[in-house]
């Protein structure tokens, strides 16, 4: 086996004495302030934070990100850069001050209620969205000048910097690309998008102003990254079909003026190490240790997400009651957990559905329960350690979102579980094209598909579930989180060269 | 100018003996009991019925389709061809008699309830649809059934042709070619699907197997047409990611097994002298005095669709509010006409929409109308004279569908108006590929989009609106449906040929 180089190495050598810059919405820490008054941070959860932060070790990179509490506001007045850790900073933070009504209007009203919708194919279009005054107002106001905003600190950042590396993610910061490119003509732009593209029949929703601006926008970047093969052709084509681009499907590539973009998928993984280690936690010990309860008797069937429209949670239950109708026998020998992390609960369309998610819970529980068994175990709550345990002890884990950019925890639990535990996947989830041959893949939509998968899942020879769950962990320790960052690093290499 | 070809002609030259048979859900005539006991038949309306039935005639064709009134079963029972027209007939019609409640699986649950949805991007795909066993009986027993009854007839009606051309229409009969070909190996089939077709990440929405079945059905085939080269795009790519198939976009080709299928795009027009033909019908002269009530006073805008989700006709609403809104200027001075024919009313979605629309107008008359004036004239009913009628008046015609496959209305409406009308037209209409250099585009989902579209047509100098209106008529003069059909015949020769 050949020698792994260590992360930072790897960072140095592409790098040399460039300057690396982040840029998302979400900055990996966020301060408190403590009962003693005095201020206190704390990391923050979620995959892409999780990746990005254990890459970022010895870069001396800077991080750019929103004020997300009142004491990160705080901290943002000041305008300074802050080392991390505070001792003996490998990277620095600087966190951007938004007034909370434009915050509102670029996170809540364009970012998620339009494009997390439209990423995910999640608009009922006979009745939304509407595009009218209220969005332009959103749009303008919010979302474009926080782009701005984010553009300009970056350029005052690395003034002097002559051609910086500068990566930024997601869907909150289509724009940033194009403003910065006007600011820093020779910097190396790379945006990464953490959600699925979706097909230009799709993005043409959006108003042709806007569609534009943001096509547009990465297209004056240098390199854009997706999760998977399908969201890439779905960019090529939008550029083809919305600004008449020549495109190359083959090569991804795409060229816009005076430029040719490389598009390409960069699945992103988890810290083998780093999600492993999780288990030493106390909390998740004793996570396990409680689990125990349900484990000794019972065969477990979990499922980890947030309270999420894209996650699917109403078919998976319904699914699951299709399993028991049609195998009474399985009455009384399992249970279903299901961790829920509350979501986007301001929103109509969220708190109805976690409504829904209770009520389809309680029905299949007073239809196949009884006072000594109950079926479901649903709990909506935030609760990390507990996921964490739980994802170590499954029997089968269902992750059936309707459509999904990677979905992280697939990969978690490929790492973590320890009882060669099965996973049933959606095909519309990005991991599914880097785990299927370890996975049982499913339709999301089609119940009798997924129940017959549960069951094959409960029903697997020891055999077949050990070579699966060898298959999975190879397969994800191979794609770890650093081959991520090691692949954007040689093609911005690659371009910086050109 | 090129002396043109009789239709008949066309259909001889390329058909030689060869005997053509057309296939689609519903024929071009009704039988109903008259009054006096006696039996009758009537032209059905619709523009797929319309175009056909012109081109028919002189080929000794054979028409298929289902019985859809209680007098056509009682037709179709007799199991015979029927010569219409009867003294001097020049084709056939033969009707399936399909019992209610598979009727009602293959055309309500399956063809409408789910493929016109998916066709169309319609669904809340966070909530619907769900595929659980009332939907695979519905499958099953419905549409598979219905499917292979058209097949297993066409093959017996086609008994002793050796090379018969079979044209199988739209999305109720996808599996008529799989089977067909089973039976028929040296026949020459086409599909022609009349509704958008969506990209593979909408069309993996299936359950695995009917996906399958549907596209592995139509690459039996040796040519399968689209309205608009968007839609065959979407169907390649589908076959490429669902089956795996070797393709070539630039030409339009599917390698599936031994066969390389065709995908072409075809895009179906008006007969434009039989369409202004009927501005000589009685009840058209008369409604367009009875028009002139209005038209006198007021400018006219006006829609005719029917009361369908794809139509979209809220927004449509909401932007000509916003009008109102910007331009208070016009109020009092004009007239929106809004004809809505009644659609699929059993659906809840439906009866819910049509509420909604019924509400919104409500709103709008009561904002901005008066005793004197109502802006928004509504009328949900069946009345085709009075439609046409409208078509050859009106000022402006709001065609603004969120998706649609051809939509015939606005090409009848350029050949039909007199008075230089401007169309605003949405750009996920499959018209909008041809006639975009007459009408005026738009975003459907953008309320400020249309509303200054709506403001610009109003507004226009009569040269340019002259200027439009005559690019319009010969765009559709050039693409009547007799080229439509031409080409697919020519195509038809061709894969004849090798």
Same mark, same amino acid.
């Given at each position: 086996?050949?020698?792994?180089?260590?992360?930072?190495? $790897?960072?140095?050598?592409?790098?040399?004495?460039?300057?690396?810059?982040?840029?998302?919405?979400?900055?990996?820490?966020?301060?408190?302030?403590?009962?003693?008054?005095?201020?206190?941070?704390?990391?923050?959860?979620?995959?892409?934070?999780?990746?990005?932060?254990?890459?970022?070790?010895?870069?001396?990179?800077?991080?750019?990100?929103?004020?997300?509490?009142?004491?990160?506001?705080?901290?943002?007045?000041?305008?300074?850069?802050?080392?991390?850790?505070?001792?003996?900073?490998?990277?620095?933070?600087?966190?951007?001050?938004?007034?909370?009504?434009?915050?509102?209007?670029?996170?809540?009203?364009?970012?998620?209620?339009?494009?997390?919708?439209?990423?995910?194919?999640?608009?009922?279009?006979?009745?939304?969205?509407?595009?009218?005054?209220?969005?332009?107002?959103?749009?303008?106001?919010?979302?474009?000048?926080?782009?701005?905003?984010?553009?300009?600190?970056?350029?005052?950042?690395?003034?002097?910097?002559?051609?910086?590396?500068?990566?930024?993610?997601?869907?909150?910061?289509?724009?940033?690309?194009?403003?910065?490119?006007?600011?820093?003509?020779?910097? $190396?732009?790379?945006?990464?998008?953490?959600?699925?593209?979706?097909?230009?029949?799709?993005?043409?929703?959006?108003?042709?102003?806007?569609?534009?601006?943001?096509?547009?926008?990465?297209?004056?970047?240098?390199?854009?990254?997706?999760?998977?093969?399908?969201?890439?052709?779905?960019?090529?084509?939008?550029?083809?079909?919305?600004?008449?681009?020549?495109?190359?499907?083959?090569?991804?590539?795409?060229?816009?003026?005076?430029?040719?973009?490389?598009?390409?998928?960069?699945?992103?993984?988890?810290? $083998?190490?780093?999600?492993?280690?999780?288990?030493?936690?106390?909390?998740?010990?004793?996570?396990?240790?409680?689990?125990?309860?349900?484990?000794?008797?019972?065969?477990?069937?979990?499922?980890?997400?947030?309270?999420?429209?894209?996650?699917?949670?109403?078919?998976?239950?319904?699914?699951?009651?299709?399993?028991?109708?049609?195998?009474?026998?399985?009455?009384?020998?399992?249970?279903?957990?299901?961790?829920?992390?509350?979501?986007?609960?301001?929103?109509?369309?969220?708190?109805?559905?976690?409504?829904?998610?209770?009520?389809?819970?309680?029905?299949?529980?007073?239809?196949?329960?009884?006072?000594?068994?109950?079926?479901?175990?649903?709990?909506?709550?935030?609760?990390?350690?507990?996921?964490?345990?739980?994802?170590?002890?499954?029997?089968?884990?269902?992750?059936?979102?309707?459509?999904?950019?990677?979905?992280?925890?697939?990969?978690?639990?490929?790492?973590?579980?320890?009882?060669?535990?099965?996973?049933?996947?959606?095909?519309?989830?990005?991991?599914?094209?880097?785990?299927?041959?370890?996975?049982?893949?499913?339709?999301?939509?089609?119940?009798?598909?997924?129940?017959?998968?549960?069951?094959?899942?409960?029903?697997?020879?020891?055999?077949?579930?050990?070579?699966?769950?060898?298959?999975?962990?190879?397969?994800?320790?191979?794609?770890?989180?650093?081959?991520?960052?090691?692949?954007?690093?040689?093609?911005?290499?690659? $371009?910086?060269?050109?």
């Amino acid at each position: 086996m050949r020698k792994k180089i260590p992360d930072s190495k $790897v960072i140095e050598q592409t790098l040399g004495e460039r300057k690396l810059v982040l840029a998302s919405n979400r900055g990996p820490i966020q301060f408190e302030r403590g009962k003693d008054g005095k201020r206190e941070w704390r990391r923050g959860a979620g995959g892409l934070i999780t990746a990005l932060d254990s890459i970022l070790k010895a870069t001396k990179a800077y991080w750019i990100a929103s004020a997300m509490t009142e004491e990160d506001s705080q901290v943002a007045k000041n305008q300074k850069l802050l080392g991390l850790p505070e001792d003996d900073p490998f990277y620095w933070i600087y966190l951007l001050d938004i007034p909370p009504d434009k915050y509102d209007q670029y996170y809540n009203e364009i970012s998620n209620d339009l494009l997390w919708f439209l990423n995910h194919h999640l608009f009922d279009v006979a009745n939304e969205p509407t595009f009218g005054s209220q969005f332009r107002k959103a749009w303008d106001n919010g979302y474009v000048a926080v782009n701005k905003q984010f553009a300009q600190t970056i350029a005052a950042l690395t003034k002097g910097d002559d051609d910086p590396v500068i990566m930024i993610q997601d869907y909150h910061l289509y724009l940033v690309g194009g403003f910065l490119r006007q600011l820093k003509r020779d910097a $190396v732009l790379f945006h990464f998008v953490h959600v699925p593209w979706c097909s230009p029949d799709y993005f043409r929703i959006l108003p042709t102003d806007v569609r534009q601006a943001i096509l547009e926008s990465l297209l004056t970047l240098d390199i854009v990254g997706f999760h998977s093969r399908r969201y890439v052709r779905n960019f090529i084509l939008c550029c083809q079909d919305l600004l008449g681009c020549r495109i190359d499907l083959r090569h991804g590539k795409v060229y816009y003026r005076d430029r040719v973009v490389l598009v390409k998928a960069y699945p992103i993984s988890i810290g $083998v190490e780093e999600t492993r280690k999780m288990l030493e936690i106390p909390e998740v010990s004793e996570g396990i240790e409680k689990l125990s309860e349900i484990t000794d008797k019972y065969k477990l069937i979990l499922r980890v997400d947030r309270a999420e429209l894209s996650k699917n949670l109403i078919r998976g239950f319904e699914a699951f009651a299709m399993l028991l109708d049609t195998h009474p026998e399985l009455l009384g020998t399992l249970k279903f957990l299901a961790y829920a992390y509350p979501s986007r609960e301001y929103l109509k369309k969220y708190s109805d559905y976690r409504r829904a998610i209770e009520e389809k819970v309680a029905e299949i529980n007073s239809k196949y329960g009884n006072s000594q068994w109950q079926p479901i175990d649903l709990q909506i709550d935030d609760n990390y350690y507990r996921s964490i345990a739980a994802l170590s002890r499954f029997d089968v884990l269902l992750t059936n979102p309707v459509f999904d950019g990677m979905n992280l925890v697939a990969k978690e639990a490929s790492v973590l579980n320890s009882r060669d535990g099965v996973i049933v996947l959606s095909e519309n989830a990005g991991a599914y094209e880097e785990l299927r041959d370890g996975v049982l893949g499913i339709n999301p939509f089609d119940l009798e598909d997924t129940a017959k998968k549960l069951y094959q899942a409960l029903t697997m020879t020891p055999l077949e579930r050990g070579l699966r769950a060898t298959r999975l962990k190879e397969i994800v320790k191979r794609n770890d989180v650093l081959k991520w960052l090691r692949h954007q690093l040689r093609d911005i290499e690659k $371009v910086s060269k050109t």
